[in-house]
């Protein structure tokens, strides 16, 4: 019972609907939904009678649940030697005619009744009964739809104070972390660009790898503030952008000139409208790692666009040493990276590809890929016209 937490709750439509509708069906001036727990007989639903409770020991109701697959039927309580001198029959009410159909749970407990009530003998067709059994089930549904809502809001307060504590966690990470962290670079970069000629071979390598180490773990920062803030607005927010144009742009920021690579893409594509920071950080990360995990002299890149009435659809193929089909869901993973250096010999952190797979869900897409070990890699993802 106190999972439902349905005693001493105020009265709803939905349970009030039901108790009228089988005092209709039956021809009873009173309906019930009786619940029963330690002491007392708990209404729901009272129709036809003011009282909202009456003690456990006088009540009809506890012995109908006695019996969980069977229907109660007291045709004339007058003649029931259960019943015969029940207050609730002597006095007020006048429960004369009672039949009680019992609300069980799916586990399997016996929570109370839906019962009808007249004052004087009855007997109800078959066709009654049938519906009072199927009210009964639909009061049964409405105490799992309750259930139901109670677990989802307590879920929800469970989420939102994750995101409490998220909040709380990137901004420790943004100022305890990341901001001495940018001090020991430059503080290395300073001291290889302005001491260099008073350190030997030996102090030029360590200062080279607390740089390496140190832009390691500032990039893995980097990520995981990227992609605890994807649930940030701004990543919805939706712009017009001439594709063409911003494929180019991306490039200038991934700064291709230097690289020996190869970028195909439409010359001459129509405007979309979707979240420039989102498409950004997905195209930036799909091409980064087109040319990090490529072990050709001459990197081939090719980025395709096409549309429905509701969605966009891109595509960045690649030819470079490819994902094994056995890793191929893993690498949406977060955190999970796998043990390949890229052709600048880091290895990656885990993050980037589950940031970009939870942008573009939170856009309505979804992410996959083809790859043939060696050959390349074709990443295709959707995101939601609006």
Known sequence: ???????????????????????????????????????????????????????????FCAHAINHQDQILIVPDSRNDERFFDNPLVTGDPSVIFYTGVPLVTPDGFALGTLC??????????????????????????????????????????????????????TYVVSHDIKSPLSNMISFTELLKSEHSNQLDEQGTQFLDFVSISAYKLKDFVDGILSFYRGDDQAIKKIEELNFTDFVQ????????????????????????????????QIFINLITNAIKYNNKKDIQIDIALSQDEHFYYFRVSDNGVG?????????????????????????????????????????????????????GTTFKFSLKRV
């Open 249 to 280: 742009y991306i490039l200038r920021m991934v700064d291709i000139p230097k690289l020996n690579c190869t970028v195909n893409y439409p010359m001459d594509s129509p405007t979309i409208k979707a979240s420039r920071i989102a498409l950004e």
């Open 1 to 59: 019972m106190d999972e439902y937490r349905l005693l001493d709750t105020l009265p709803e439509k939905e349970f009030d609907d039901i108790t009228r509708i089988a005092s209709q069906i039956c021809q009873t001036p009173i309906s019930l939904i009786s619940l029963i727990d330690n002491k007392r007989q708990w209404f729901k639903s009272h129709h036809g009678v003011s009282a909202s409770e009456t003690p456990k020991d006088v009540a």
């Open 116 to 169: 009808v009530i007249d004052k004087e003998p009855k007997v109800l067709t078959g066709e009654q009964l049938e519906t009072l059994k199927s009210l009964a089930n639909q009061v049964i549904r409405l105490f799992e739809l309750r259930k139901m809502n109670m677990q989802l809001n307590k879920l929800q307060i469970s989420l939102q104070e994750r995101n409490k504590e998220l909040e709380r966690f």
């Open 323 to 375: 994902i094994d089909p056995v890793n191929q869901e893993k690498v949406f993973e977060l955190f999970k990276h796998l043990d390949t250096k890229d052709r600048f010999g880091n290895y990656g952190t885990g993050i980037g590809l589950a940031t970009i797979k939870k942008m573009i869900e939170q856009n309505g897409g979804n992410i996959e890929l083809e790859s043939i070990p060696n050959q």
